[in-house]
């Protein structure tokens, strides 16, 4: 049995392990087998924590999920007023935690279950949802409450469009101009909007 405290710290590297081997293997590649090989330990304690592969994706999804809320925060707690708050929220999705290439194969490999996986699908629901919960808090201080939801959700799907174009090696876009054209998108819905007073 594992060490009392030891816990965490075991789930973390199953869980990252499994990210790399996502990566290089795609999803049918991952198995229990390859990312306790990885971890350095058995796949007997792999399933101790997860129970199957189904459990281990499940939590990986959702380690996933937590580390772009990680980023909200971190983003938001930097700036002040609506329009800044905006902005962090554009620049935490496409911040170099969201960027590297394993985790980028992780949220694509897990987009192409969500439809068959209610457990993914309902962690998918929470990440499209605090996005546009986030949007939503500081356009409702900026425009009227109908604009406000019409804004955040062309928004979020132009930040989770432009997000897969950069990502994409086939893209054509880079992240600095992808977070530029989502930038570009609010500034000009709030434009025509006739928002109130913004700050810088």
Do not use: C
């Not at 405290?5 to 996502?22: N, W, Y």
């Not at 796949?43 to 997860?50: D, I, N, S």
């Not at 459990?55 to 800044?84: C, I």
């Amino acid at each position: 049995m594992p060490k009392r405290g030891m816990e965490p710290i075991r789930q973390l590297q199953f869980i990252e392990a499994t990210v790399e081997i996502i990566h290089e293997e795609g999803l049918h590649g991952t198995t229990l087998s390859r990312v306790a090989k990885r971890a350095g330990t058995s796949p007997g304690l792999v399933a101790h924590y997860f129970g199957d592969k189904a459990g281990l994706l499940h939590a990986t999804f959702r380690h996933l999920a937590k580390a772009l809320g990680t980023e909200f925060r971190d983003h938001l707690a930097r700036v002040k007023g609506p329009h800044q708050r905006l902005r962090a929220v554009i620049d935490a999705n496409f911040a170099e935690s969201q960027s590297s290439p394993a985790v980028v194969s992780a949220w694509l490999a897990f987009w192409g279950q969500v439809n068959h996986r209610p457990e993914l699908a309902r962690v998918q629901r929470v990440v499209t949802n605090r996005l546009k919960s986030n949007l939503l808090f500081s356009l409702r201080e900026l425009v009227p409450a109908e604009d406000a939801d019409q804004i955040a959700s062309g928004l979020a799907v132009m930040i989770d469009g432009l997000w897969l174009r950069a990502m994409l090696r086939t893209g054509g876009l880079n992240v600095a101009e992808a977070r530029g054209m989502a930038r570009d998108y609010l500034e000009m819905q709030l434009r025509t909007r006739e928002p109130e007073t913004l700050d810088a």
